[in-house]
């Protein structure tokens, strides 16, 4: 089992930036994989960035590329996303999620993922 806590919601005006956490507990891997969705409200939630947790590899979705940032602490096994530029249409609830493997062009998909934190409020607002 694989335990994850997000932090570093909240609300912040357009334009803004905001860093988001996510620590990961219990059977971990160092050759997993750690990524960013997020549900916007009446939308299914999307993808939005990946990585290896061993560092080798990370994958953003176009609306991420340019504006946010995934990151990681080994030794804390956490991740972080940076995300500058907010705009209105990323106010959503994120979700840090946890695979037990990297697949090559398959680490935006869900049903590649086996671990899911409870996600954290992301609100862009003037």
């Known amino acids: 089992q694989v335990q994850l806590t997000e932090s570093g919601g909240g609300l912040v005006q357009p334009g803004g930036s905001l860093r988001l956490s996510c620590a990961a507990s219990?059977?971990?891997?160092?050759?997993?994989?750690m990524a960013w969705f997020r549900q916007a409200p009446g939308r299914e939630r999307e993808f939005v960035v990946a990585?290896?947790?061993?560092?080798?590899?990370?994958y953003y979705s176009d609306s991420a590329k340019g504006r946010f940032t995934i990151s990681r602490d080994r030794a804390k096994n956490t991740i972080y996303l940076q995300m500058n530029n907010l705009k209105a249409d990323d106010t959503a609830v994120y979700f840090c999620?946890?695979?037990?493997?990297?697949?090559?062009?398959?680490?935006?998909?869900?049903?590649?993922?086996?671990?899911w934190g409870r996600g954290t409020q992301v609100t862009i607002s003037a």
């Open positions: 999620t946890y695979g037990s493997r990297w697949v090559v062009g398959r680490m935006s998909l869900e049903q590649e993922y086996d671990y």
């Open positions: 990585t290896r947790t061993n560092g080798a590899s990370s």
């Open positions: 219990g059977r971990t891997s160092t050759n997993a994989a």
